[in-house]
């Protein structure tokens, strides 16, 4: 390189090699890339939507740049931008407090081989009692990210959904999963914004992959 930088929008360009270095595996993903993110019970825009949210948890920046630009083309504004963004780090703060949980069972000793228990959820309520001023600022937060307003509860649900995917809390598929079917959402929907979570998880692996070119060539 020549300079110090990392991430250079110019270096999305050398994906190309990678699909001569793996043509096989490289065209069976774009595939399948292609097909999450079409029209389908959710639309293109829903879609690209969870995609923009999805990009900040998993922090490529080059998915970030495609499907924020994406997501423009299919006139979506600003602040609707900002509602998935925001959905985004409200979940992806929720899984590390969800795991918190392990923590408390942790510090106190819990002689128990299940790590993850629905039961377990109660103890979040703890936390208000070691610290409440930061715990009800979370939660207000979190509530205020979750709240309809340009894009519809239901949506922001299918949003959680996707992105407690990447996140990988139990906990939080769980609770999200139950609002996003009390909103309405259908089975279909939350499998579309399931697969739309893998597409990206998976992208964003990928596209990582021009930084390993740049480095294995040592420019």
């Known amino acids: 390189m ?5 991430y250079k929008r110019s270096y999305g360009k050398r994906l190309a090699e990678l699909g001569k270095l793996a043509p096989d595996t490289f065209k069976s993903f774009l595939k399948f890339d292609q097909l999450a993110l079409a029209e389908g019970v959710l639309s293109k825009k829903a879609k690209e939507l969870i995609a923009v949210a999805i990009a900040h948890v998993t ?5 970030i740049e495609a ?3 994406n997501a423009k083309k299919l006139e979506t504004s600003k602040e609707e931008m900002l509602e998935a963004i925001m959905v985004a780090t409200a979940l992806k703060a ?3 407090l969800a795991h918190g949980i392990n923590a408390l069972n942790a510090y106190d000793s819990i002689d128990d081989d299940e790590l993850y228990k629905k039961s377990y959820g109660k103890r979040l309520a703890e936390y208000k009692k070691i610290n409440q001023p930061l715990s009800e600022s979370f939660f207000a937060f ?5 709240k309809p307003g340009l894009i519809s509860k239901k949506d922001k649900e299918l949003i959680a959904v996707a992105v407690a995917h990447v996140t990988g809390c139990p906990y939080c598929i769980e609770a999200h999963t139950k609002r996003a079917k009390k909103d309405g959402a259908t089975l279909e ?3 579309e914004s399931i697969f739309v979570a893998t597409a990206l998880k998976a992208g964003s692996a990928l596209a990582h992959g021009v930084n390993a070119l740049n480095a294995y060539e040592g420019e």
């Open 67 to 69: 499907h924020v630009t």
């Open 189 to 191: 929907e939350l499998t």
């Open 142 to 146: 979190d509530s205020e990210a979750m």
């Open 2 to 6: 020549s300079n110090d930088s990392l």
């Open 59 to 63: 922090g490529c920046p080059y998915c």
């Open 94 to 96: 929720g899984s590390a």
